[in-house]
C-alpha cells in the first residue's frame, strides 16, 4: 500500500481508496483483490465487457503488495517498517493459483513445477538471445533512432516529429 515512499492512506487524500475517487466522477468503480487471479481475471472481463458495450470506463483499484523495491534505485527499508509485510494477508498470487487449482483437482504439484522448469529455461533462452545483441555492460548502446524502429507498421505523425528533432 505503498507509492515510491508514500503511504496509501496520505497519498489517497479525502478519499478512503483510490476506487472512492471514481464514484465521485460518476465512474464504476471497483476494488479488487489484486493477487486473486480468479478475482482479477473477473474484475477485467467485466470491466472490458462495460467498455465494449459503450457503457462507459472502469475505475478498478488493484489491492496488492509490492514485494520488491519499486525500482533498482528504491530501497523500500528507509520507508517501509520492517514488519510491513506481516500485515498484508492476501499473498503470493502463483501460490494462491497453485493452491486452488490443485485443490480443484485440475492441476499437481507435478504439472507446477514441469511448467515453471519450462518457463525459466524460455525467460533464460530469451534473455540470451536478446544478449546476443548486447548489453549495456558490454559498451553496446542502442542509437536513438532505434527506439522508433519496428514499432509501427505506419508511423504516427507525433513520432515522426519526436524522430526529426533528436535528428536521427
Given at each position: 500500500?505503498?507509492?515510491?515512499?508514500?503511504?496509501?492512506?496520505?497519498?489517497?487524500?479525502?478519499?478512503?481508496?483510490?476506487?472512492?475517487?471514481?464514484?465521485?466522477?460518476?465512474?464504476?468503480?471497483?476494488?479488487?483483490?489484486?493477487n486473486?487471479?480468479?478475482?482479477?481475471?473477473?474484475?477485467?472481463?467485466?470491466?472490458?465487457?462495460?467498455?465494449?458495450?459503450?457503457?462507459?470506463?472502469?475505475?478498478?483499484e488493484?489491492?496488492?503488495?509490492?514485494?520488491?523495491?519499486?525500482?533498482?534505485?528504491?530501497?523500500?527499508?528507509?520507508?517501509?517498517?520492517?514488519?510491513?509485510?506481516?500485515?498484508?494477508?492476501?499473498?503470493?498470487?502463483?501460490?494462491?493459483?497453485?493452491?486452488?487449482?490443485?485443490?480443484?483437482?485440475?492441476?499437481?504439484?507435478?504439472?507446477?513445477?514441469?511448467?515453471?522448469?519450462?518457463?525459466?529455461?524460455?525467460?533464460?533462452?530469451?534473455?540470451?538471445?536478446?544478449?546476443?545483441?548486447g548489453?549495456?555492460?558490454?559498451?553496446?548502446?542502442?542509437?536513438?533512432?532505434?527506439?522508433f524502429?519496428d514499432?509501427?507498421?505506419?508511423?504516427?505523425?507525433?513520432?515522426?516529429?519526436?524522430r526529426?528533432?533528436?535528428?536521427?
Open positions: 500500500q505503498w507509492a515510491i515512499s508514500t503511504f496509501q492512506a496520505l497519498a489517497g487524500g479525502e478519499s478512503t481508496t483510490f476506487a472512492a475517487r471514481g464514484v465521485g466522477s460518476s465512474i464504476a468503480s471497483l476494488r479488487v483483490d489484486g486473486d487471479f480468479l478475482a482479477v481475471y473477473a474484475a477485467s472481463q467485466w470491466a472490458a465487457e462495460r467498455a465494449r458495450s459503450n457503457l462507459g470506463p472502469t475505475l478498478i488493484w489491492v496488492t503488495y509490492r514485494a520488491g523495491p519499486h525500482s533498482t534505485s528504491d530501497d523500500p527499508s528507509k520507508y517501509r517498517p520492517a514488519d510491513d509485510w506481516s500485515h498484508f494477508p492476501l499473498g503470493d498470487p502463483i501460490v494462491r493459483l497453485k493452491r486452488h487449482l490443485i485443490g480443484k483437482g485440475v492441476w499437481s504439484e507435478a504439472e507446477h513445477e514441469a511448467t515453471q522448469k519450462e518457463l525459466e529455461a524460455e525467460v533464460v533462452a530469451a534473455q540470451k538471445e536478446a544478449e546476443r545483441y548489453t549495456l555492460a558490454n559498451g553496446h548502446i542502442p542509437s536513438a533512432a532505434s527506439m524502429e514499432v509501427y507498421k505506419e508511423m504516427p505523425e507525433h513520432l515522426r516529429r519526436q526529426q528533432q533528436l535528428g536521427v
